[in-house]
């Protein structure tokens, strides 16, 4: 069985203003069908099917499979009976949430920490009393609470529990003015009187009908079936309710029904859920095709902004006093969408597939607009459409072509000139000009690039927008059918050239490149940061317009894709925050970037993929500010009791879940100090808090001017030990410590000192020592190397006299050889005679005595000999012995007896020398003989 609604208790001022704005907001005669939000599975965390919902204290209350749901607007939480049974029905009284469940009921509280403690009613029952049943429906009636099952009625009242048991089925029920009534199979439409279940009169045919809602209607109760539709009881009597609408009910199974706001609201098993107007005999359909998750309604539950659904898989709810609606509901599939028109009793719609006509909720197709679309501009009561293909006039909904010119970006009248325009197209520029309703079409020459904006400054002096390469001023001739001259020079301005947009904003020519915003200067030809607008925008100086034109109603994004509105640029004009939820993922990305259409003074147009959303600003003051409620504390993951104060220490990690009961359009933001506000999504994160007294600031807010009063959360962060009583011992302890430490530091870096300048002098004892050492040891070298230069002199000198010595013994013995020669003949003993010759032969120039002389030389000059030979290899004995003469310094004079040549003879030796030596002419002789050691 399935959960009634109950009577809504509404002040008649707010029901009126409500009803005038429910549902039955009309858009050029059309009616406009809501923005659904779909809470799913995964959203939520619980079971597929949800059976009963109601709401207190700002939070929304759900019997789902899984157990109880509790959402605050930003966070949901589940709680699981005992027993894990699946809760049926829900019922918020006073500050008790009670819950029906199979063989169970009960209630759940709030503990001081924010979540909900169970405590069981049905546990004080016999077994027996509810034996197999589940409690499918809960009713407050006065001072008693009554949950009914299929086979029961269980009355809680004053603590003690009264069970009623009829004997046949309990269907439907309800509470009405203080009356409980019920379905009773078999019988009728029953009353309950002292205790008892009494049939009303004339309900007897309803015994074996399947009633699902029972609720008042006026002066009247309506009596919603299963497959029969619905019948109306008044003065004791039952009649069927009349008209289509209960036909088409009887085809879609009834389950539920309520009336709020003027409107009766049906549920149903196979199509969603119906709003019908008993007045203008009209409804309207919600269901999988325009928006619900699902088509199956098991119960519904309404408050002063939200109609709320629990469906077989999910939940749903619906704003009753929403702001923002989609122009394509039913999920058409339009593309992306560049443009928007309002037009007569339409909406003509430019995307990337062609042209859209949106008419009472009906969308149909431009036929011949296949393709990119870019713009749509009204001229003279006639739509203008820059196409892919070409530019197009739009009458009576077909296209006729006005210029081939590919991709019509933008189109302008020309102030100075009467019914001409120009165009900004793929090619360039285009001259628009109607007379006698013919348009005249040229091309303006002298530019020859991709505009996709232009922008005045004055007559014949613009500012064109190249599609990749920034902005240009151009000068027109004064028919404007040329561009005489082109100025590139200010694009070095900007940060970004390629994504820059181009705009005129209170009669300024205004740049944004993404970063901020630019104007020009025409007194100094200069392009320069827009002060006022960036002042004025302030942290969201890196919005961007959105608007085609700016001179109305301004629609800015900013960089992480949130919407706001401004009614202008003043500084105290309000600025909205369009909630995301909308828009997010929707907006359309790429070369026809994001438009938003301002169609009057209330509603603006903001193009999405697939679909367009309306806001009208006019609604959004009806919309309460509710101040925001702290939902969860967490230290470190801890849950805490909810307080006004509460009390952490400084390295604790504060996590606090806040809320606002649901609205689908405030936001919330908090502070710390009240001067920087951020905005969150119900999740703030706290660490490092000064030590003391912190305030945590929140506040709802609407528009820049509309917000909420303020909830605040003192949160004390204790001070850190070492500033108590312990931190003050310690710390005079360790200036004590310190206190010895110095001291005995001190000493012992004297002591240190000490001994590192006693190192020291040692030190450069030493060092002098071994300079001391050094110098002797210099000097001691030098002597010994004169010394051995002495001996060397000494030596040569000697060797030289004993090679003149051996000279002159050569020559001696040569003249007394001569000499014996002479008296050979005469010599009579022949014998001894020769032996003197043999030994006068044998001691002149022997090789022997040149051995003994090389010797010596290679004894005072290190193997001269042999250095030499190695490196000359071809050199004769004589060469050699030249070589040592040389080397012992002797002169030319003194070697020539050495040799047994002439002075001549030994000048030739010496130049053959040199030959042999490969000697060059600069270089010295005995000088390259010296150095060979």
Not at 390 to 395: D, K
Not at 884 to 906: C, D, F, Q
Request: aromatic share 12%.
């Amino acid at each position: 069985m399935l959960n009634i609604l109950s009577k809504l208790s509404l002040k008649p001022y707010i029901v009126a203003k409500l009803i005038a704005l429910f549902f039955t907001t009309s858009f050029f005669a059309q009616t406009i069908i809501p923005p659904i939000n779909n809470f799913y599975v995964q959203d939520y965390k619980g079971g597929n099917q949800n059976w009963g919902i109601d709401s207190g204290d700002g939070y929304i209350y759900v019997a789902n499979n899984e157990g109880l749901l509790e959402f605050d607007g930003v966070n949901w939480h589940l709680y699981k009976l005992p027993h894990g049974t699946i809760i049926r029905s829900v019922k918020v009284v006073g500050d008790k949430i009670y819950t029906g469940s199979y063989e169970e009921f009960g209630y759940w509280e709030r503990l001081a920490n924010g979540d909900l403690s169970y405590t069981s009613l049905s546990s004080s029952l016999d077994p027996k009393e509810l034996d197999t049943q589940a409690i499918w429906e809960i009713y407050n009636l006065k001072d008693a609470v009554i949950f009914k099952s299929f086979a029961a009625l269980f009355i809680y009242k004053n603590g003690g529990i009264k069970v009623i048991k009829p004997g046949y089925i309990l269907m439907a029920s309800n509470v009405i003015d203080d009356h409980f009534y019920v379905h009773g199979v078999g019988n009728g439409l029953l009353e309950l009187e002292n205790n008892k279940l009494v049939l009303l009169q004339d309900t007897e045919q309803l015994a074996e009908t399947r009633v699902q809602a029972i609720i008042p209607l006026h002066d009247k109760m309506l009596i919603g079936t299963a497959h029969d539709g619905c019948y109306e009881y008044a003065n004791k009597k039952l009649s069927r309710w009349q008209g289509s609408f209960n036909e088409l009910l009887k085809e879609n199974q009834l389950n539920t029904l309520s009336y709020t706001h003027g409107f009766l609201f049906a549920g149903t098993i196979k199509n969603g859920v119906y709003r019908y107007d008993p007045k203008a005999k009209n409804y309207i359909n919600l269901n999988v095709k325009n928006g619900l998750q699902n088509n199956t309604v098991l119960a519904s539950y309404s408050n002063d902004s939200m109609l709320w659904l629990a469906l077989d898989n999910g939940i749903s709810a619906i704003p009753i006093n929403f702001y923002a609606y989609y122009l394509n509901p039913y999920k058409e599939d339009i593309g992306a969408v560049y443009d928007v028109l309002e037009y007569k009793d339409a909406v003509y719609v430019a995307t990337n597939t062609g042209i859209y006509k949106i008419h009472n909720n009906a969308i149909s197709f431009i036929e011949g607009s296949q393709d990119h679309t870019w713009s749509l501009t009204l001229v003279n009561d006639q739509i203008i459409c820059g196409h892919n293909s070409g530019t197009y006039e739009i009458i009576n909904d077909k296209l006729y072509l006005l210029d081939k010119k590919n991709g019509g970006y933008v189109f302008k009248p020309l102030q100075d000139r009467s019914n001409t325009y120009i165009q900004g197209n793929y090619s360039g520029l285009t001259l628009y000009k109607k007379i006698l309703n013919k348009w005249e079409v040229s091309t303006i020459v002298g530019i020859n690039f991709p505009v996709k904006n232009i922008i005045f400054e004055k007559p014949h002096v613009a500012w064109v927008l190249h599609a990749n390469k920034g902005i240009f001023r151009i000068f027109f001739t004064d028919d404007y059918k040329k561009v005489f001259k082109i100025e590139p020079q200010y694009n070095k301005e900007f940060h970004n050239i390629y994504r820059l947009k181009l705009f005129s904003i209170d009669k300024n020519i205004a740049f944004y490149d993404q970063y901020q915003w630019y104007a020009y200067n025409s007194l100094e030809d200069r392009i320069e940061p827009f002060e006022s607008l960036n002042r004025i925008l302030g942290r969201d100086r890196n919005a961007v317009l959105m608007n085609k034109f700016s001179d109305e109603m301004l629609v800015f994004k900013k960089p992480d894709n949130s919407i706001f509105i401004r009614k202008n640029l003043k500084d105290s004009v309000s600025q909205f925050l369009v909630p995301k939820k909308y828009y997010d993922n929707k907006l359309v990305r790429g070369e026809g970037d994001q438009k938003a259409v301002v169609a009057n003074d209330s509603v603006v147009y903001i193009a999405l993929y697939n679909d367009v959303l309306a806001v009208n600003t006019k609604r959004i003051n009806v919309s309460p500010v509710n101040i925001p409620k702290i939902d969860r504390i967490y230290t470190n993951g801890i849950l805490q009791d909810l307080s006004s104060k509460i009390t952490v220490r400084r390295r604790d990690t504060l996590n606090i879940e806040v809320y606002v009961p649901f609205q689908s359009n405030n936001s919330i933001e908090y502070s710390l100090d009240d001067r920087h506000w951020s905005q969150t999504d119900g999740k703030i994160t706290l660490i490092n808090l000064s030590h003391g007294l912190n305030e945590l600031l929140l506040r709802s807010y609407l528009t820049v001017d509309k917000r909420s009063e303020i909830n605040k959360l003192e949160i004390y962060v204790k001070p850190p030990w070492y500033l108590g009583i312990w931190g003050l011992v310690l710390a005079l302890t360790v200036v004590l410590i310190i206190f010895y430490l110095i001291t005995v530091v001190n000493k012992y870096v004297l002591i240190k000192h000490k001994n590192y300048l006693e190192d020291q002098y040692r030190h450069q004892q030493e060092i002098h020592r071994k300079e001391e050492a050094l110098i002797n040891e210099k000097k001691i070298n030098e002597l010994l190397k004169k010394q051995h230069e002495i001996e060397l002199n000494s030596k040569t000198k000697e060797l030289a006299n004993t090679a003149m010595e051996m000279t002159k013994k050569d020559e001696l013995l040569d003249t007394i050889k001569g000499e014996l020669q002479l008296f050979k003949k005469e010599i009579i003993n022949k014998p001894k005679f020769d032996k003197l010759l043999q030994t006068i032969n044998k001691n002149i120039n022997t090789s022997k005595d040149w051995e003994v002389f090389e010797s010596n030389f290679n004894e005072i000059h290190d193997s001269f000999f042999k250095s030499l030979i190695k490196k000359h290899e071809h050199l004769t004995p004589k060469d050699l012995k030249l070589c040592a003469y040389l080397k012992m310094n002797l002169s030319t004079k003194e070697i020539a007896p050495l040799l047994g040549i002439s002075h001549r003879g030994v000048e030739i030796h010496r130049y053959r020398l040199r030959k042999k030596l490969d000697l060059d002419t600069e270089q010295n002789l005995n000088e390259y003989l010296m150095k060979i050691s």
